[in-house]
């Protein structure tokens, strides 16, 4: 099976743009989730879609939204860029949503820079 | 609390010897998953072990194993015979809804 796939790899954009950034999960799987990664703050969970429906939201701010279609593709975006908002977006998709063991598989990342 | 504490920011290991790395966790569920995660210079997440927490037995994946000890909610990795492209970020994690994970350690392996 392919992996999960992110587009695009590289982002720059200045203050004040939003941004659309894309998740592709692995063939059968329903959930998506969305992790942002500074070096600071380190990983921190965003929010996690299944069905199409956000299950899960991290603590941040109401600029982050994210949505997902019908065949599971995920979308996240961020409007009014800050500078604080760079970082390496992951996303990670699983079977099943919720308390269910099933393991997350990560895409490669999106690395945003805010100029 | 949901808190993964690695208390070891960085730790070196000599080619084809063993490491052991580790992790803490603050949960009040019964029922949880733990995760060891590896994040190479590419910065790919890659899934390395999980546990299961009502599972006694501990988790061996080849020359990876952890040490679960749930009364002590502590989840150790161990990496046996150690090869160079080991060197990468491990990061520890707790499943609930989500991940949540620790602030890593940042493992090199010395030729």
């Given at each position: 099976k392919a992996?999960?796939?992110?587009?695009?790899?590289?982002?720059?954009?200045?203050?004040?743009?939003?941004?659309?950034?894309?998740?592709?999960?692995?063939?059968g799987h329903r959930s998506v989730s969305w992790?942002?990664?500074?070096?600071?703050?380190?990983?921190?969970?965003?929010?996690?879609?299944f069905s199409e429906t956000q299950r899960n939201k991290g603590n941040f701010p109401g600029r982050f939204s994210g949505r997902q279609f019908s065949n599971s593709r995920s979308e996240m975006n961020v409007s009014t860029l800050e500078l604080g908002d760079s970082a390496l977006y992951l996303c990670a998709s699983r079977y099943l949503a919720g308390t269910s063991g099933y393991e997350q598989y990560f895409g490669p990342g999106t690395r945003l820079t805010v100029t | 609390a949901q808190t993964v504490t690695q208390s070891q920011p960085e730790m070196s290991v000599q080619e084809a010897e063993t490491v052991t790395l580790s992790c803490t966790y603050d949960t009040s569920e019964s029922n949880y998953y733990l995760f060891w995660y590896k994040q190479p210079p590419s910065r790919q997440m890659i899934l390395v072990i999980r546990q299961e927490a009502y599972k006694q037995q501990n988790a061996t994946e080849n020359r990876f194993s952890v040490n679960f000890q749930k009364a002590a909610k502590s989840f150790s990795l161990k990496i046996s015979d150690s090869q160079l492209g080991d060197t990468a970020?491990?990061?520890c994690a707790r499943q609930a809804n989500n991940l949540f994970f620790g602030t890593g350690t940042r493992l090199t392996v010395i030729p």
């Open positions: 992996g999960v796939t992110q587009t695009p790899r590289y982002l720059i954009k200045t203050r004040g743009q939003q941004v659309t950034l894309s998740c592709s999960p692995i063939s992790y942002q990664q500074t070096p600071g703050q380190g990983l921190q969970f965003l929010f996690e879609y | 970020m491990y990061f």
